[in-house]
């Protein structure tokens, strides 16, 4: 039996829990933008409660308390207890992120990551994975709930970890390399990311195949191309219409022409694919083909003719598959028809609506997560504010001991009651 990449890709974790149609990534970003929504505005109302009776007893506390009570933000809560992110001041209803903003917001955060990849120095492969990652994490979770910035830099260290083993050192190394960065910056959100994650993180990049067709297409210029027997193609008939595609009369000019086009695609992959849908809507060769088809597309169709008769009833919609994937990586704002003279000149200012869609992130963050470090401090010891144990913990762990002892009971037989 002989198994394809195809067949081998099917068998993957990418393909088996991260691919979708349209509609079911639309429906899945619905789902989580009301749940965080909901979630967002009862734990603004419980800290606008918990802040407001902590003034209250500060006040009924201090000498002379009937006397020039400073009014804060207009609530009682004094000028040394302000209501934090703003939403607060009035008092009134939380304007959530709407799913559009959310996604917008999440964008932002990938682009400022790819930033992160860079200053850091990173191999692309390591940077496409930690922000494929991040969009992974946002599937199932809110930039209202947990900051993108902070989610990015534990998100290259798993990526790091992943792509590199045990060479990518330790949080604390890596920690040394950011500013104003500690160990625990980059631990605390490690196990939420992973269980975003689903434990997943095969991650099945398009750089090596667009490596492949390239060496393949160098072949077709030279004439040395040995097509599959079932699709078979004349060597010489192929070079000659590999050099009128590429509008060149040697294979000496060709092969410099199509290193070009090589270069240009391969930042296509690394940015726009990178940071659109494409990983969750479209396979790896299907994205390869796209960003190809975008730098030159006479020859992609000539490659593609090698490998699909353009008679077969699957050509044409392998040809509108590449060509609507080709569609969404030029959507992106980083794509140029031409190579880019600066990286992330595109990235300098901002559209309007994603401006807007940050400064609203800005009025409802919820504040019982944005302390990350403190937080899973806080899970570790199995405690909630105040130092209480939580309830529905507190009675698993009475269950576990329980069962435990009952198990014990059964093996060993009860315990021996001493005799006075």
């Not at 704002?333 to 800005?362: G, I, Q, V």
Request: with cysteine; charged share 25%.
């Amino acid at each position: 039996m002989r198994v394809n990449e195809d067949d081998l890709y099917r068998q993957s974790t990418q393909y088996k829990h991260w691919s979708f149609t349209p509609s079911k990534l639309v429906e899945l970003r619905q789902k989580t933008n009301a749940h965080a929504a909901a979630q967002v505005k009862l734990h603004i109302a419980q800290d606008r409660s918990d802040r407001a009776k902590t003034s209250a007893a500060e006040i009924s506390s201090a000498p002379d308390s009937g006397a020039d009570t400073p009014s804060g933000n207009g609530l009682g809560t004094g000028a040394n207890t302000p209501v934090p992110n703003g939403a607060g001041d009035k008092g009134g209803e939380v304007d959530c992120l709407t799913m559009d903003e959310e996604k917008m917001v999440v964008d932002k955060f990938c682009e400022t990551a790819m930033k992160l990849g860079d200053f850091l120095r990173l191999q692309p492969d390591v940077t496409a994975t930690a922000i494929q990652f991040m969009h992974r994490f946002y599937l199932y979770n809110s930039p209202m709930t947990y900051d993108g910035n902070k989610i990015a830099k534990t998100a290259f260290f798993l990526a790091l970890k992943l792509e590199l083993g045990t060479r990518a050192g330790s949080a604390s190394d890596f920690a040394s390399r950011l500013p104003k960065t500690s160990r625990d910056d980059i631990v605390a959100p490690e196990y939420t990311i992973i269980q975003a994650l689903r434990f997943n993180f095969e991650v099945r990049h398009p750089f090596r195949g667009l490596k492949a067709v390239h060496l393949e297409l160098e072949d077709l210029v030279r004439g040395t191309y040995a097509s599959a027997p079932q699709n078979a193609t004349d060597p010489e008939d192929a070079r000659t219409k590999a050099l009128a595609a590429l509008d060149v009369a040697t294979a000496g000019e060709a092969e410099i022409k199509l290193g070009n086009i090589y270069a240009h695609a391969k930042d296509i992959l690394a940015m726009a694919a990178q940071l659109t849908d494409a990983y969750f809507l479209y396979t790896p060769s299907q994205i390869l083909l796209a960003a190809h088809t975008l730098v030159a597309p006479a020859l992609t169709d000539l490659y593609l003719s090698t490998k699909v008769d353009p008679s077969s009833p699957a050509y044409p919609k392998i040809a509108s598959t590449i060509k609507s994937c080709a569609e969404l990586l030029s959507s992106h704002r980083s794509y140029s028809p031409h190579p880019a003279a600066e990286k992330f000149a595109w990235a300098e200012t901002d559209p309007p609506a994603t401006k807007r869609a940050m400064k609203k992130l800005k009025q409802c963050k919820d504040p019982f997560t944005q302390d990350l470090v403190a937080l899973n401090a806080g899970k570790k010891r199995d405690v909630v504010r105040d130092g209480n144990l939580e309830e529905g913990k507190a009675k698993r762990r009475k269950l576990n001991r329980e069962r435990a002892e009952q198990e014990s009971d059964a093996f060993w037989g009860p315990e021996l009651k001493m005799e006075g």
